[in-house]
């Protein structure tokens, strides 16, 4: 159970801004929102995370509802370099109190960047 | 390039052959990750180390599955009499407690084909 969904396409024009959207309404208060996104045939690159409190960095911004039911990430500019799998996390399942953790990983949204 | 690197990039290999595959994450980072991700699927996680020990387990980690991580770096993951089920990317990830939010880097993955 991912406890995110996620649109399974969309289509953005290159140069465009382009806004993901992802609905986490289970989300406890004390769990962050992470984005990754999978270029074809490489590994998952993590993008951004946040808690409350918008977020931006050179890749993207987050921005997070004030009841933290959904977030919706952003690439100002999309480029055709763009064109990735995005994923959409709020679930890390803690392992033993050790630190360590197991990303839960749902199908993400296929962002496809046209010319 | 996330510093995380993985050797082979790819692998075919024969049903009922071992095949092992390495990992080397980034330096300072203690806990390793391996993931598998079939095609359309999200990445599923698989085993966790911290340092050399392994803390967890998946039971998609069948017996034909071994994990070592033998000096606390690099990792390697064998699988033996390999089926065609296995057929799928192998990824590795690394990370380090960054606060409380949990990142992980990952590796571009090993492709594994088995015909």
């Known amino acids: 159970d991912a406890k995110t969904t996620q649109p399974p396409s969309m289509d953005c024009a290159e140069g465009r801004a382009a806004n993901l959207p992802c609905n986490h309404s289970t989300i406890s208060g004390n769990e962050y929102v992470y984005w990754y996104r999978q270029i074809h045939s490489q590994g998952p690159q993590y993008i951004i995370h946040?808690?409350?409190n918008n977020e931006t960095n050179e890749m993207a911004s987050l921005i997070i509802t004030e009841d933290r039911k959904s977030s919706t990430l952003i690439l100002p500019h999309a480029t055709l370099r763009d064109t990735a799998v995005y994923y959409c996390?709020?679930?890390?399942?803690?392992?033993?109190?050790?630190?360590?953790?197991?990303?839960?990983f749902g199908a993400g949204t296929r962002l496809f960047v046209k010319a | 390039d996330t510093g995380v690197s993985q050797n082979p990039r790819h692998k075919i290999t024969k049903r009922g052959q071992n095949v092992t595959f390495r990992c080397d994450p980034i330096?300072?980072?203690?806990?390793l990750y391996w993931y598998r991700q079939t095609l359309g699927q999200g990445p599923e996680f698989l085993t966790y180390f911290q340092n050399e020990a392994q803390l967890e387990k998946s039971r998609l980690l069948s017996d034909r599955f071994s994990a070592e991580r033998p000096k606390g770096s690099f990792s390697t993951l064998e699988i033996q009499r390999t089926e065609q089920g296995d057929s799928a990317m192998y990824l590795c990830?690394?990370?380090?407690?960054?606060?409380?939010?949990?990142?992980?880097?990952f590796g571009p993955g090993t492709r594994l084909t088995v015909t």
């Open positions: 330096s300072e980072h203690n806990r």
């Open positions: 946040g808690l409350k």
């Open positions: 996390i709020v679930r890390v399942s803690i392992i033993k109190s050790t630190g360590g953790f197991k990303t839960i």
């Open positions: 990830a690394s990370s380090d407690k960054q606060g409380v939010t949990y990142e992980q880097y």
